[in-house]
């Protein structure tokens, strides 16, 4: 029998193999997640870029927040997929993720940004 050489070896290299459709289902998430991250980043290039009639230091942190945030959340996402793939090899119940909490900070702060700079 051949080592097993998947990547990364700290999520693979311990317990047993779950049932392959909850690896795939954790793994799909994990895209989810990216797929989100790109909306996010283009949303905050797109405020910027279609330099709406708003209040230009208001939409310019908006746009940042979008933007900083569609980079962050695949690199937690990768935490949260790694984690969650380490519990269901190990039998142990699943953590709680903290990426959607991450998200809806960022998606209300951008709102609330947006809100102000037209109000203003």
């Not at 998947?6 to 999520?11: E, H, I, L, Y």
């Not at 994990?30 to 709406?52: I, K, N, S």
Request: cysteine-free; overall charge positive; glycine content about 6%.
């Amino acid at each position: 029998m051949s080592p097993d050489r998947r990547f990364p070896r700290a999520v693979f290299g311990r317990g047993d193999e779950p049932d392959v459709r909850f690896s795939l289902a954790n793994e799909r998430t994990f895209l989810a997640w990216t797929r989100t991250a790109l909306a996010l980043m283009a949303g905050g290039v797109a405020l910027e870029a279609l330099a709406l009639d708003l209040y230009a230091p208001l939409r310019l942190a908006a746009s940042l927040v979008l933007i900083i945030t569609g980079i962050v959340l695949p690199v937690i996402a990768w935490f949260e997929w790694a984690r969650v793939e380490q519990r269901m090899r190990e039998g142990r119940p699943l953590p709680h993720p903290p990426t959607g909490m991450v998200l809806a900070v960022a998606v209300v702060a951008a709102g609330v940004l947006v809100l102000l700079a037209i109000l203003r």
